[in-house]
């Protein structure tokens, strides 16, 4: 932990349980979360990043199937459903027509005693298949994936590492369309610093 951020990485492994003696692992995935200053209680306002690294475990190509699910997901608050559950994409896309498109940024609001809260999923623009394909419930309760498998079959090959950025971007209060773009923003395109010598001075 630190004045900027807090940070913890966690190893996962996936393993094929059709495989014998208990099943064998296929796939490596490394988790590099940072939750930074940024607000917190008083301000309403709290944003973590999570960088994903997956890498085949074994010789052999692992064949991820196209497939609606997979990938991130997000489930919401048991509260969060029907008319108490609303949801954007950055292309205008909503629960009843946003399943299967693709978006930046995805952004879903719902209210507990009465209390809405927001929170904005965006996907980096150097992940593959940027920007990712969405799975999304159209009716009942909150539930969204990024899923980029949904674009197609998927081959990850010994040796290749495939790194997927997330930043979750949670405020309190209703979506807010210009928020959730702005939180996008940050994340994709920060300011960047660059320094230059200055020219001597003349005599």
Same mark, same amino acid.
Request: proline residues 5%; hydrophobic residues 35%; contains cysteine.
């Given at each position: 932990?630190?004045?900027?951020?807090?940070?913890?990485?966690?190893?996962?492994?996936?393993?094929?349980?059709?495989?014998?003696?208990?099943?064998?692992?296929?796939?490596?995935?490394?988790?590099?979360?940072?939750?930074?200053?940024?607000?917190?209680?008083?301000?309403?306002?709290?944003?973590?990043?999570?960088?994903?690294?997956?890498?085949?475990?074994?010789?052999?190509?692992?064949?991820?199937?196209?497939?609606?699910?997979?990938?991130?997901?997000?489930?919401?608050?048991?509260?969060?459903?029907?008319?108490?559950?609303?949801?954007?994409?950055?292309?205008?896309?909503?629960?009843?027509?946003?399943?299967?498109?693709?978006?930046?940024?995805?952004?879903? #609001?719902?209210?507990?005693? %009465?209390? =809405?809260?927001?929170?904005?999923?965006?996907? @980096?623009?150097?992940?593959? $298949? +940027?920007?990712?394909?969405?799975?999304?419930?159209?009716?009942?309760?909150?539930?969204?994936?990024? #899923?980029?498998?949904?674009? %197609?079959? =998927?081959?990850?090959?010994?040796?290749?590492? @495939?790194?997927?950025?997330? $930043? +979750?971007?949670?405020?309190?209060?209703?979506?807010?369309?210009?928020?959730?773009?702005?939180?996008?923003?940050?994340?994709?395109?920060?300011?960047?610093?660059?320094?230059?010598?200055?020219?001597?001075?003349?005599?």
């Amino acid at each position: 932990s630190g004045p900027v951020y807090g940070r913890f990485k966690a190893r996962h492994e996936f393993v094929d349980v059709t495989q014998p003696a208990g099943g064998k692992v296929a796939l490596n995935e490394i988790w590099d979360v940072r939750l930074w200053a940024a607000g917190g209680p008083k301000a309403g306002l709290w944003v973590f990043d999570l960088a994903s690294t997956h890498r085949c475990a074994t010789e052999s190509p692992l064949l991820l199937l196209e497939y609606r699910y997979g990938g991130l997901g997000f489930r919401g608050a048991k509260e969060w459903k029907d008319s108490n559950y609303v949801l954007l994409t950055s292309e205008g896309k909503t629960k009843k027509d946003g399943h299967g498109t693709r978006a930046r940024w995805c952004a879903q #609001s719902g209210a507990i005693d %009465g209390k =809405w809260s927001t929170v904005v999923i965006s996907c @980096h623009p150097s992940n593959e $298949r +940027f920007p990712e394909n969405m799975r999304i419930w159209d009716s009942g309760g909150a539930f969204f994936s990024y #899923s980029p498998v949904q674009a %197609g079959d =998927w081959t990850f090959k010994p040796g290749e590492t @495939h790194v997927f950025r997330y $930043r +979750f971007y949670i405020h309190e209060g209703q979506l807010d369309k210009e928020v959730a773009e702005r939180a996008w923003a940050d994340f994709a395109e920060p300011p960047q610093v660059k320094l230059e010598a200055a020219a001597p001075a003349k005599a």
